[in-house]
């Protein structure tokens, strides 16, 4: 049986997903006859060329003003193609994309499915497969009853194996080594700086955030550190994303000795807790170039509620010792969470301009309620008097909800319009460069 993995329009395409290069990577060591296509990345190829070639070497003088264009653009055209999906309309480049599917004349296609921007354009390939006889799988975080109704859902690699060949128990299957990137090319980078995505345990360790719906059902598990290292190894690449939510400081300081040795760059994202001046200064040493902090509020009350396991004091010491140990900050954070007032509000950005040296970037999120959340189970700690449930045609139904006291939704927006550009003031890189953190890791 030939497998074709498929990684579906819209997001970023930027890196390599992570996902289909590990189920790729399981497959073949069981195997199994398997080849990929990243059609978000055929899609923007297709779509965006001049874009395309801009990426594949862009300068810094013009990278704001190139990539607000194409994040207006872009979001445009997901949002007329997401429309077109739901009136039951083929979405652009549907006939190309449909047709590299076809050249690789698969028995069996598998999506995964990381994104809800992703699930459109995902429902709109599987009917068109599904007409045409061809058995479709889906897996990944952003799947929803509605696409579990075309095809069939396989909850991880195991599972899909399993499906494959009935003959393959989970506890019998083969485990890789390594991931194989190889068959990933062209992405919206330069090619020579190709940025990969690496992942060293299965979930977050601490899952405590109110918010948080990352760590879900999965327990926790660290991958073997042979793993990490032949998978830097095998890849050659001199750019390294770990795409974990939070890895603790032993952990750290191990992968800071492979990452030494391998002489690479490398990026990760971590809760502001405690670390040592040491820990930063060897994480630096060993080639750490930035960390992406989940600071999320600048007041106490708020972070506590949040149950983040951090406080001020501890945020503003962590972004200074890790700005001075030559590591640089970008900060995630959060406004209008439940019971957030426009005094704490405005005390979050007082704590971002007091800490301005220390910070690189900020990119900012409007909170929003997600089923599975520790908010969503008990409202009433959270003041929420009333959640809303909207049902939609494609995604899951839209949760709203009634708050007894703080900023509403709509509230927090607008103060933080207001304050757009005193914290714009904060960063030293183009803020578009959220869009492309990518981008931030290979440049001088
Ligand atoms: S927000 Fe981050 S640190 Fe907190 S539970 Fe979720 S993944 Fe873990």
């Not at 060591?29 to 296509?37: G, P």
């Not at 009917?127 to 396989?154: M, Q, R, W």
């Not at 955030?209 to 926790?220: I, S």
């Not at 040795?261 to 990760?268: A, D, G, L, N, P």
Request: proline share 4%; charged share 30%; hydrophobic share 35%.
């Amino acid at each position: 049986m030939k497998v074709l993995l498929i990684y579906s329009p819209f997001c970023t395409p930027a890196t390599p997903p992570y996902a289909i290069a590990n189920i790729y990577s399981f497959l073949k060591v069981n195997s199994v006859d398997v080849d990929i296509l990243d059609l978000n990345l055929e899609f923007h190829k297709l779509k965006f060329p001049k874009e395309y070639d801009y990426y594949r070497d862009f300068i810094l003088e013009d990278y704001e003003e190139k990539t607000n264009e194409f994040m207006k653009e872009s979001s445009k055209i997901y949002s007329e193609n997401n429309k077109k999906i739901v009136k039951g309309e083929k979405p652009e480049s549907f006939d190309e994309l449909i047709e590299l599917i076809r050249s690789k004349k698969p028995d069996l296609v598998a999506f995964s499915v990381v994104y809800s921007s992703q699930v459109f354009y995902t429902k709109a390939l599987i009917e068109e497969l599904n007409k045409e006889g061809i058995k479709c799988v889906i897996g990944g975080p952003a799947i929803n009853d509605k696409l579990k109704e075309k095809a069939t859902f396989c909850n991880n690699e195991f599972e899909l194996l399993n499906h494959i060949n009935s003959s393959i128990k989970p506890n019998k299957a083969k485990v890789h080594d390594y991931i194989d990137f190889s068959s990933f090319q062209d992405y919206f980078i330069k090619e020579k700086n190709k940025v990969l995505p690496i992942k060293t345990c299965t979930t977050c360790y601490y899952k405590q955030c109110a918010f948080c719906t990352h760590h879900q059902h999965t327990c926790y598990y660290e991958f073997p550190l042979e793993f990490i290292e032949k998978t830097i190894t095998k890849n050659n690449s001199k750019y390294w994303f770990f795409i974990d939510d939070m890895i603790h400081e032993k952990r750290l300081l191990q992968i800071a000795e492979i990452m030494k040795q391998k002489k690479v760059i490398w990026t990760c994202q971590l809760r502001p807790t405690k670390f040592s001046k040491e820990t930063l200064q060897t994480l630096s040493d060993s080639g750490l170039k930035m960390i992406i902090w989940g600071v999320e509020s600048g007041n106490d009350r708020v972070l506590k509620l949040m149950r983040k396991g951090t406080n001020k004091i501890e945020i503003s010491q962590i972004l200074k010792d890790s700005h001075i140990a030559g590591i640089k900050n970008v900060i995630y954070t959060m406004f209008g969470f439940p019971t957030e007032t426009k005094e704490e509000f405005i005390e979050t950005i007082k704590f971002l301009q007091e800490n301005n040296e220390y910070i690189d970037l900020v990119s900012t999120s409007i909170f929003g309620l997600q089923k599975g959340t520790v908010i969503y189970d008990r409202p009433d700690l959270f003041e929420i008097k009333k959640i809303h449930e909207k049902k939609r045609t494609v995604l899951e139904p839209k949760i709203t909800y009634d708050v007894e006291s703080g900023l509403t939704n709509e509230e927090a927006t607008k103060l933080r319009q207001k304050y757009k550009k005193t914290i714009e003031k904060i960063n030293k890189y183009p803020k578009t460069m959220n869009f492309f953190r990518e981008h931030m890791l290979i440049i001088d």
